[in-house]
């Protein structure tokens, strides 16, 4: 940022309890906490002694394992030579299938993610056996001499030839509303076309790692760089045919997780365990980079077929998309994802007559997992792009063709999977982001530069954003939380999130905090685990300080509900006065008696421990109003609605497909934010990594199916000087009309489809070379090769390009 950050992070507005619609003033304060902290680890983050599994001292013993991985996309194993493996120095032992006591499998939903590959091969890079060692580098090494002979088999790369050939992980999905086909033919303008959108890795700084101890009477506890350790207690537990009750997991924090870390950690976690089982030693199994690319998968990569109808204003009178993922080899999470794909589609719009299919191909390459946005990223680009293209069809701005088909307040507010839409701000937000952001005069102010300028072209664009917040499975909207009150005033929370540096440990003490009106540097956050708070859900889809905060604040407020009837009488009131005592700033007082008095909070803890009065408390939380009926795609999957908007300026050197992003202004839609400072933090690192998937992060597989971009010297993510020169970042204050956690509003994956305003002002520039009068076939990412063909198809007058078509109809 560019900007000194206070100016960028108001005061938050003082609300009442009842202006707010909330309940009881007399048991809620009257302000809305809001107070940008630093993270609870920042200290150690810059200091390097925050500790990650890798980081743990190493028990006396250890081992650990490599992964024999496949060579081959499809093939029958015939047989595997282990000889020069085990003549390797420091080789302990070879683990295959056949050691597995238990279920061979590590699959999220459906049974068919082996851990190891038994008979068959379905991916380049599929995990086929384990070498335990002595040595990190003893392991690898030997990993590398194993001669396996192979008969290939058919292998199906390809999204669109799978789709053809019927090779789906599910059914595919189908919503339908209205009657699409008959507005379509009946449309003044019609688009047809296919577009395509690239995956992207996760890329965590931190790869994956397991490490797993044995213990007493067959139990086995695991450190695991995981986003869901209830998941892995049961893989493991399935693995070792153990109860769940004999597998500890616990995490104090991941760098980085992303979604890479939801499932895929079991196949790690697992073969750890088994080797831990087998040689009754602790066992860490750390794979390099290129390893853990090679075995894990990414973000769904989408071909679309797609067709839009609409009038001489822009307004879109049916829609019809066919969405295609390449799943991978096995079903993973594709289900929810594309699930998740099918309610985002309509983004900002309201679509009355739509005809929505998504559909999860079965391919022989990595399969594809979660990734922040969970397909609903790869839902809303579509519509997105056929707004742009709607709008450059008629000559229009296309905020103008925006702003006639978003979501109304009271008519044209249901979607079309019928959930009302009841907290509508995206129109206000867009208003104040054009007057801010200046976008008028400078789209006027571009148009006068491409004039003047022939090779070097700019582009605007601003793109909105509505993103459902909640699990598509109802009941993963759960939590569990333990708050302890020690005698001396400190309170130490445990929850079922994970930290992976967004800061949810430090927005769950904070919450801990205000609720029992201590200062934040007297609450601690534990380590995840799943000998604490146990049945927990993954730390994913946006939900991990709307679940872990609610809990985390019910038991806060059990204990202080106890500690304000032990102090009423202390204080010089009677039993009755309980509901006047009020806790702040690290005191305990009566609010209103005369004469009275206030006593430092640990005075009161020490004494009511004497009185026996208890001091911990357990709290939960399950999300209120959700119901989803998966047969006919509708009901009410999200509890609410975070909104945002950002607006993005590029340069393109049309001569080489190179760009530079000049200017980004974003406004995000946090509520009553909890911590503005991590949530600005949010937005903006979700933007970049948005951006990332969006114009440079290219996955490329061979003909052979191997991934050739494996490795940071062939896969770019952003760096820094990729961030814009001018970055303006700011939060809308408006508290979330429903009752969360303080009525915030998460900030995890929506700021990811923010970055569509930098693609669309990719395109915007793109245009400019014909004088906007052909449409960019512009694929994603749009990478300097992409962008110079679409340059070239507007220059030929072609609207088509590799993996892009476009074709316009208009009605006789």
Avoid at 203 to 217: K, N
Avoid at 251 to 270: N, P, V, Y
Avoid at 532 to 540: D, E, G, I, P
Avoid at 718 to 734: G, K, M, N, V
């Amino acid at each position: 940022m560019n900007q000194p950050q206070e100016a960028l992070l108001p005061a938050p507005p003082e609300i009442s309890p009842e202006s707010a619609g909330m309940p009881d003033a007399a048991t809620k304060p009257r302000v809305l906490y809001s107070r940008s902290e630093a993270h609870e680890s920042a200290h150690l983050h810059v200091s390097g002694s925050a500790t990650y599994v890798d980081d743990m001292p190493e028990l006396a013993g250890t081992l650990h394992a490599a992964i024999g991985m496949s060579a081959k996309a499809h093939a029958r194993i015939l047989a595997i030579d282990f000889t020069e493996v085990q003549a390797m120095p420091g080789v302990v032992g070879v683990l295959q299938a056949g050691d597995i006591p238990g279920s061979n499998d590590c699959g999220p939903i459906l049974h068919d993610d082996p851990i190891l590959a038994d008979g068959v091969v379905k991916f380049v890079g599929q995990p086929m056996f384990a070498v335990v060692a002595t040595s990190q580098e003893a392991a690898r090494r030997a990993a590398r001499k194993a001669r396996v002979e192979y008969e290939e088999l058919p292998a199906v790369l390809d999204i669109r030839a799978a789709k053809a050939a019927g090779e789906l992980v599910v059914p595919p999905l189908v919503l339908v509303r209205g009657s699409p086909e008959e507005k379509l033919a009946s449309a003044p303008h019609v688009l047809r076309g296919t577009w395509s959108v690239g995956g992207q890795e996760q890329f965590y700084l931190e790869g994956q790692i397991s490490y797993a101890v044995p213990r007493e009477d067959g139990c086995m506890q695991l450190w695991c760089s995981t986003q869901h350790p209830t998941e892995m207690q049961h893989l493991v537990a399935h693995c070792l045919q153990l109860a769940s009750n004999q597998v500890v997991v616990e995490i104090r924090r991941m760098g980085g997780g992303f979604g890479g870390k939801e499932s895929q950690s079991g196949i790690f976690a697992c073969i750890a365990a088994l080797a831990a089982r087998r040689f009754g030693r602790p066992v860490k199994l750390r794979p390099d980079r290129d390893d853990d690319m090679m075995i894990t998968g990414k973000r769904h990569d989408f071909v679309y077929d797609y067709a839009v109808g609409f009038d001489d204003t822009g307004r879109i009178l049916a829609a019809k998309v066919e969405m295609a993922a390449r799943a991978g080899f096995s079903t993973d999470l594709t289900p929810p994802v594309i699930t998740r794909a099918v309610c985002h589609f309509d983004n900002a719009y309201y679509l009355g007559d739509a005809d929505i299919r998504a559909f999860g191909c079965r391919t022989h390459t990595q399969s594809n997992t979660a990734f922040r946005g969970f397909g609903g990223p790869q839902g809303a680009i579509m519509m997105e792009y056929i707004i742009d293209s709607i709008a450059r069809q008629l000559g229009m701005d296309a905020l103008a063709v925006r702003r006639i088909n978003f979501y109304g307040t009271t008519e044209r507010n249901v979607t079309p999977y019928l959930q009302v839409v009841r907290d509508n701000i995206i129109g206000e937000m867009v208003d104040e982001l054009v007057a801010t952001s200046d976008y008028h005069a400078r789209r006027a102010a571009i148009a006068r530069f491409n004039a003047g300028s022939p090779v070097l072209k700019k582009g605007l664009a601003l793109t909105p954003v509505k993103f459902g917040i909640s699990f598509n499975v109802p009941h993963f909207n759960q939590a569990g939380a333990l708050v302890h009150v020690y005698t001396d005033g400190s309170v130490l929370v445990s929850h079922g999130g994970t930290e992976m540096g967004q800061g949810l440990n430090t927005k769950v003490a904070q919450v801990v905090a205000h609720t029992l009106g201590v200062p934040l540097a007297q609450v601690r956050a534990s380590a995840a685990d799943t000998s604490k708070v146990a049945n927990t859900s993954a730390t994913a889809a946006s939900t991990g300080s709307d679940l872990n905060g609610k809990a985390a604040e019910d038991a806060a407020r059990q204990i202080r509900a106890r500690l304000a009837a032990f102090a009423a009488p202390l204080l010089g009131g009677a039993a009755e006065d309980a509901a006047r005592v009020r806790f702040a700033d690290g005191a305990v007082a009566l609010h209103g008696a005369q004469g009275a008095c206030s006593l430092p909070f640990a005075d009161v803890v020490a004494q009511a421990y004497l009185a026996r009065v208890q001091l911990w408390s357990d709290g939960f939380y399950a999300t209120p109003g959700l119901h989803w009926d998966a047969r006919t795609l509708t009901g009410n999957p999200f509890y609410y609605y975070a909104y945002a908007a950002g607006v993005s300026e590029v340069l393109v050197d049309t001569l080489t497909g190179e760009w530079r992003l000049l200017r980004t202004d974003l406004l995000y839609d946090a509520g009553n934010s909890i911590n503005p400072a991590i949530d600005i933090g949010q937005v903006e690192g979700g933007f970049i990594q948005g951006m990332g998937w969006l114009t440079s992060e290219e996955l490329v597989w061979n003909r052979e199916g191997r991934l050739t971009t494996h490795a940071p010297s062939t896969y770019k993510i952003p760096a820094i000087h990729d961030c814009p020169a001018e970055f303006r970042t700011r939060l809308f204050q408006r508290p979330n009309p429903q009752e969360t956690v303080l009525r915030s509003k998460a900030t995890g994956e929506p700021p990811l489809l923010l970055p569509f305003s930098v693609l669309m002002a990719l395109r915007d520039a793109v245009s400019s070379v014909g004088g906007h009068r052909v449409q960019p076939p512009l694929r994603a990412p749009a990478t300097p090769e992409a962008i110079l063909d679409a340059v070239d198809a507007v220059r030929a007058g072609v609207t088509e390009a590799p993996g892009v078509t476009l074709h316009y109809e208009r009605l006789a």
